[in-house]
């Protein structure tokens, strides 16, 4: 059974940093391309970040700059790194994977940032 679990999400004042992880079971996960989606209050969710499995990270153009996605193989887990955060920030963050075709969510962690 595929399970991702985030923690790391927390209330910060802008220009404070945040690091999410996501732990990933049941999936081969250094053969796994990983997302990070954001989904502010009212908006739709949207891709942020990904590493492939070759460690190849790709970045949205609001958080290039400031946010640094990883990957931990031997602890099937990945990170997000997010520095400079903004009051835009603020929403509620997953990782997500597609795995043989099949689009897999975790529950999501909170980030708020006050400015």
């Known amino acids: 059974q595929v399970q991702l679990v985030e923690s790391g999400g927390a209330s910060v004042q802008a220009g404070e940093s945040l690091r999410l992880s996501c732990v990933v079971q049941?999936?081969?996960?250094?053969?796994?391309?990983i997302n990070w989606f954001h989904q502010a209050p009212d908006s739709q969710r949207e891709l942020v970040a990904s590493?492939?499995?070759?460690?190849?990270?790709t970045y949205e153009d609001s958080v290039k700059g400031r946010f640094t996605i990883s990957r931990d193989n031997a602890k099937n887990t990945a990170y997000l790194q997010m520095t400079n955060l903004k009051a835009e920030d603020t929403g509620v963050y997953y990782c997500?994977?597609?795995?043989?075709?099949?689009?897999?969510w975790g529950q999501g962690t909170q980030v708020t940032v006050s400015s």
């Open positions: 049941g999936i081969n996960f250094p053969n796994t391309k």
């Open positions: 590493i492939t499995n070759g460690g190849t990270a």
């Open positions: 997500n994977v597609n795995y043989y075709t099949i689009y897999h």
